[in-house]
């Protein structure tokens, strides 16, 4: 793993501290926030803020599979997506993998292959990357193997997903968009409804399996919860069994009700920017202005997660502190991770640097490593030089 960053002080910027903008500096030695008088860096013009925490992104599947049928080596590919990751602020990654009956790159080998490459890049990484697995419900023959994967990778975040009825009503409605899900996973439309016919032919055995995950996953202090609830009677179930974090409710109700429960809500990033859900769902700005969204996610699509930050401040629905904590320490209270979030003496040294002009991201430490610099950022980074004699030394 690349060495810390030399100690250095950011001097002249704006830093989120404390809930509020204060011009201050902030200091990082030894990959974390700390005190006292360093060699400064001098970032007048810009944010700092606390390094995001995206709970959710499945870009990362771009990287290993650009196009159908066309899989490169998954470290190589997961080493690519951290640097996107990166280079719009992110310090600390899930990525969303699937453990379906879909199969292909959705399936359990798939799946269990890129953890095993996650594992051998996570030596040479540049931010925090963990993986989230996406369980649909009716994979029910692979539980145990499940539990098993979870256990060996020490992987600390599993959603449960039931597409099975969106599946089918695609394929009975929209043949030609069934074929082309087929496709994109590299498989034929009759092999992908033979695997949704084998999963809806376990529907009775669903419940008792989704309750011996959940048992397996409260001994070994995974976090998990549900995504797609389409309405309050699924979340409250999901939440019943412990399924506590609700991403992606596709209602208003599903939403409310698991602010009913103090269950975490989490959004797409993407639905706030673009203005609305792309398949018709509920639009993530009606839940924050009702106050029934807890934190943002990337989704689909990196950037998304700055600009959604601009998009709510611009709109006056969120401060500038209030954004960004629903993409960084909202994010952090809810995956359990008291070391990151916020910047202030002892946590991990996190940050992401904006030009508070272009509002974009020009720099990222993650844990104290330069995991990206670019621009005006890099110009004053490089213009310092007793940060690089201490970085040569």
């Not at 810009?46 to 995001?52: A, L, N």
């Not at 650009?66 to 997506?81: M, Q």
């Not at 979340?235 to 009913?260: H, K, N, Q, V, Y």
Request: proline letters at 5%; aromatic letters at 6%; charged letters at 25%.
């Amino acid at each position: 793993m690349a060495a810390v960053l030399p100690p250095l002080r950011l001097v002249g910027a704006t830093i989120l501290r404390d809930g509020e903008m204060q011009s201050r500096s902030v200091a990082i030695a030894d990959g974390r926030i700390t005190k006292g008088p360093l060699p400064a860096v001098d970032l007048a013009g810009f944010h700092v803020f606390p390094g995001i925490i995206d709970l959710h992104g499945d870009a990362f599947e771009r990287h290993l599979a650009p196009r159908p049928g066309t899989g490169f080596d998954l470290v190589d590919g997961l080493a690519s997506a951290e640097r996107e990751a990166a280079a719009n602020g992110v310090t600390t990654a899930w990525f969303a993998q699937g453990w379906s009956w879909e199969g292909a790159r959705r399936g359990p080998d798939h799946a269990e292959a890129v953890l095993e490459a996650l594992a051998r890049h996570r030596r040479r990484a540049m931010i925090d990357i963990r993986m989230q697995l996406r369980c649909e419900t009716h994979l029910v023959d692979h539980g145990a193997r499940l539990i098993e994967t979870v256990r060996r990778h020490r992987v600390d975040y599993v959603v449960f997903n039931n597409h099975l009825s969106e599946a089918e009503e695609t394929r009975r409605a929209r043949p030609e968009v069934f074929a082309m899900w087929a496709h994109a996973l590299g498989l034929t439309p009759e092999d992908y409804l033979a695997g949704l016919e084998r999963a809806a032919a376990r529907a009775r055995e669903v419940p008792r399996h989704l309750c011996t995950l959940a048992e397996a996953f409260d001994r070994m202090g995974v976090v998990y919860g549900s995504h797609d609830d389409p309405d309050g009677e699924t979340r409250e179930r999901f939440s019943m069994i412990g399924a506590r974090i609700a991403e992606f409710p596709t209602t208003r109700r599903a939403a409310a009700a698991a602010r009913a429960m103090n269950d975490p809500v989490l959004m797409g990033a993407p639905n706030v920017v673009r203005g609305g859900s792309q398949s018709g769902n509920i639009a993530a700005t009606d839940l924050i202005e009702a106050g029934l969204c807890d934190a943002l996610v990337s989704d689909y699509y990196y950037p998304a997660l700055v600009q959604a930050v601009w998009t709510l401040v611009d709109a006056g629905l969120k401060t500038l502190p209030e954004a960004w904590a629903m993409i960084s320490t909202r994010p952090a209270e809810i995956l359990r991770q008291p070391d990151r979030g916020v910047i202030a003496p002892g946590k991990r040294a996190d940050l992401t640097i904006v030009n508070a002009e272009t509002r974009r991201v020009e720099a990222t430490i993650a844990g104290g490593r330069l995991a990206y610099l670019a621009g005006e950022a890099g110009r004053r980074f490089l213009s310092a030089p007793e940060v690089l004699r201490m970085a040569a030394e």
